[in-house]
Every structure is written in C-alpha cells, then in structure tokens.
C-alpha cells in the first residue's frame, strides 16, 4: 500500500497556499458513513486552517461512490466555486460490483474536471478491508480527507498562477 511510506495528514504547511476568498464544494458519499464522514472532517478542517471561511465551504451528500461525479458536475453547474472535492469510499467484496465502481467514479470524477477545467479531487478510499478504509481515513495512515484539502488548495493556486 503507498500509505505505508506516506503519511496521508503529513504535509508542510508553508506549502500550502492560503484559501482565503476561494469557494469550495466537498461532494460525500453516504455509503460507508463512518469513513466518509471522517474523510469530510479531514478535508474541512484542513481548508479552515489554510484560511477557507466557513461559509465558502457548501457541502452536499450523494447515495454511493459511484454518484460522486454527478454531484461534483451538479454543484460546477451552479457556478461560483473554485474546486471541488469529492470523498467515497468503497470497500472489495465478493463479487465484481467494486471494480465496475472504482473505474466509473475514476473515469467520472475525471472526466468533470476537465470539463470544468478546474480542480475536481479524487478522495475515493478503495481499499480490501473495512480497516484498511478506517486507517486511511483517520487512523495509522492519516486521513485522505486531509490530502486531498491540500491538493484542491495547491491545484487551485496553480490554476489562478500568472505566468
């Protein structure tokens, strides 16, 4: 697993561009509650402390994973935002429903970024185990939630970068 050599909450803050007076959309799965809302609580957090005001952070809850990029699409389509983070998380199971998942909401969550031509984040958790999922999303592994705060800031700066 490459969270075994990074820490998914470690960063340098002085990297990390201020959020002040950007808008910012956090689109979250339902499915795997317990995850994702950890996940959300990460990247909210992470987005206050980078300078973010609390009511330029709209979030907005989607059935599964899979609705992700739908979400991410509907809150682009509504304008005003500058990136968006989208947080699921799908743990393997018995049968090929994890893969024909993993692939869509990749494709999608994709496919909305560039559509928009703007920030659109992949925090999708795809892990074997319901464990492996609570270690990337809080417990020995950090939170993804955090990661992906950081990149939407970085990316988002690089975006708005003259020259």
């Given at each position: 697993m490459a969270t075994a050599e990074h820490h998914l909450s470690s960063?340098?803050?002085?990297?990390?561009?201020?959020g002040a007076g950007?808008?910012?959309?956090?689109?979250?799965?339902?499915?795997?509650?317990?995850i994702t809302d950890a996940l959300r609580t990460g990247a909210r957090?992470?987005?206050l402390k980078h300078?973010?005001?609390?009511?330029?952070?709209?979030?907005?809850?989607?059935?599964g994973s899979f609705e992700l990029a739908m979400g991410a699409q509907l809150m682009l389509e509504k304008g005003g935002f500058d990136g968006v983070i989208c947080l699921g998380s799908v743990v393997r199971g018995e049968t090929p429903h994890f893969d024909f998942v993993c692939q869509g909401a990749t494709q999608g969550i994709m496919a909305v970024g560039l559509k928009f031509s703007l920030p659109v984040i992949f925090g999708l958790l795809t892990d074997d185990t319901?464990?492996?999922?609570r270690d990337r999303s809080?417990?020995?592994?950090?939170?993804?939630?955090?990661d992906c705060a950081v990149a939407v800031l970085k990316m988002v700066a690089l975006k708005h970068r003259k020259g």
């Open positions: 960063y340098d803050p002085t990297s990390v561009p201020s950007r808008r910012f959309a956090l689109v979250v799965s339902e499915w795997n509650h317990e957090g992470t987005l300078g973010v005001a609390e009511s330029d952070i709209v979030e907005t809850w989607v059935p319901m464990q492996q999922a809080g417990g020995k592994h950090g939170n993804k939630g955090v």
